[in-house]
Each structure stands twice: as structure tokens, then as C-alpha cells.
């Protein structure tokens, strides 16, 4: 769990390459406590934001994804890399995101980021606490931060 006191703490999640094009969510109110991590879409559906902690830390960390226009075929069944929700072309998608200038890296994921209520639901269909899938979602959100973009985690203040 961590804490974003002001949209100020919230847009400095984000790498300062990324600032200058943050849309904030609507329905947020600050102080805002965040459990797991929080997830949105630009209101035009091109970017999909995400804060998240590494594990052990409670320094947010801010991604922002393109959201890769699908081929104009069929529908196609795409697993995503972080939940291992399957679905169609439209729930499972390319995501992207610039490393620099000249370099752009991209994950399969869900496209609108509910990983979380994915695994929550299925927890509760098997009967099991989620929260060991949640741990594990979370450490590989990091994995990608850190191995693709080079984000370092900050120990907890």
C-alpha cells in the first residue's frame, strides 16, 4: 500500500520525459490511498497510465503506455505477460512505451490494466486468497520497469 498526497506526488511518479503528457484520472481525490496499484485511460483511449510500488518500497513508480492500434483481421486470443488473463484482440493487447528518444519497448498486456480484479476474481472463484498473485503481478510490473526502462527501486522512507 502507498499514499499519493497531491496530484503534484502523482504526476512526480513518472519519469520527467513522461510529465508534460499526463491527463489525470477524473474521480481521483488526494490524499489518495493506493492498495495495490491504480490504473487508468486517457479519455481517448491512446494512453493507459499506471502506479505502482516495487516490492519492499512505497516510492511510486509511473509508466505511461501507448495503446498499438490492433491489425483489422479477425479478433485473435493474446495472453497477457503480467496476469496471464487470456483474451480476445480487444482485452489482451500491445502496449508500448518509449525507453528514449529513439527506442520504444512493448509488453502484452490487458489493455485496460484491471489485472488486479482479474486475479482477485479468479482467487475467489478457486476459493484462495489473492494475495500471492497480487504480489507476484507486482513484481513483474517492476521486472518490466526495471529491465526495460531501467527504473531502480527506492527502498521504503
Known amino acids: 500500500m502507498f499514499r499519493l498526497e497531491t496530484d503534484r506526488t ?9 510529465r508534460r503528457v499526463i491527463e489525470m484520472p477524473s474521480s481521483v481525490t488526494f490524499p489518495l490511498f493506493v492498495r495495490d496499484y491504480l490504473a487508468w485511460t486517457e479519455t481517448s483511449g491512446g494512453r493507459v497510465y499506471l502506479i505502482f510500488t516495487a516490492p519492499g518500497s512505497r516510492k511510486p513508480i509511473g509508466i505511461i503506455f501507448r495503446r498499438e492500434a490492433q491489425g483489422g483481421g479477425p479478433p485473435t486470443s493474446q495472453m497477457c505477460d503480467w496476469c496471464h488473463h487470456t483474451g480476445s484482440s480487444n482485452e489482451v493487447g500491445l ?63
Open 10 to 18: 502523482l504526476v512526480e511518479s513518472f519519469r520527467p520525459r513522461d
Open 95 to 157: 502496449l508500448t512505451t518509449d525507453v528514449d528518444n529513439k527506442r520504444r519497448v512493448g509488453v502484452n498486456l490487458c489493455v485496460d490494466l484491471r489485472c488486479q480484479a482479474r486475479l482477485e476474481d479468479a482467487a475467489d472463484r478457486t476459493g484462495r486468497h489473492p494475495h500471492e498473485a497480487l504480489a507476484r503481478l507486482k513484481e513483474r510490473m517492476f521486472r518490466f520497469a526495471h529491465e526495460a526502462l531501467g527504473i531502480q527501486a527506492q527502498p521504503a522512507a
